[in-house]
């Protein structure tokens, strides 16, 4: 699973499968989120294994995103979900990437690692991220096609927001 996996709603019990997901996946969640606390439930329980990919296969899941041109989507943590599929595959398993996350499938169906859109885990809500320099706060869109600040150069970071509180905060700002 996907940060935007466990963001939408994902419940790791609802599934009977073995469950995986990857540290910084939980570094992304909010840790006051009922994401994060559904997360660490499913962890602490043993439902869900969080493990770090090998270095061989984060190399490997970047180099087809940059030749793809999703590299500039990509979080860290989506980057660890792909190279993690990718090492169980090599282990001889069959993984399913849970997101909702286009360059995380379009990398996935590239490498020929299958992925299901939460749709097909019955989640209908639908989130958007935004892009922001943590260094000077100046927000970018979804597909800015960079990783760094243009003002600042400092590497951007994201977060989930819901349209509606979106405008919410540009009406007061
Ligand atoms: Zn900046």
Redesign the pocket.
């Known amino acids: 699973m996907d940060t935007s996996a466990f963001i939408a709603g994902f419940d790791p019990f609802a599934v009977n499968e073995e469950e995986y997901t990857t540290p910084l996946v939980k570094d992304e969640l909010f840790s006051n989120s009922l994401a994060f606390l559904r997360l660490e439930t499913a962890i602490k329980n043993g439902k869900v294994k969080v493990k770090t990919p090998r270095e061989q296969f984060v190399a490997e899941v970047k180099k087809h995103s940059k030749a793809l041109g999703d590299i500039f989507f990509l979080s860290e943590a989506d980057v660890q979900v792909l190279a993690l599929a990718l090492e169980l595959k090599n282990a001889g398993y069959a993984p399913l990437i849970a997101t909702d996350d286009y360059s995380v499938q379009n990398v996935a169906n590239q490498m020929g690692i299958e992925f299901a859109s939460l749709l097909t885990f019955g989640i209908k809500f639908k989130f958007h991220w935004i892009r922001y320099?943590p260094?000077?706060r100046?927000k970018y869109p979804p597909n800015y096609p960079s990783n760094t600040?243009q003002?600042?150069g400092?590497k951007l970071k994201r977060k989930p927001y819901k349209k509606s509180s979106l405008k919410q905060r540009q009406k007061k700002e």
């Open positions: 320099c260094a000077c100046r600040c003002v600042c400092a």
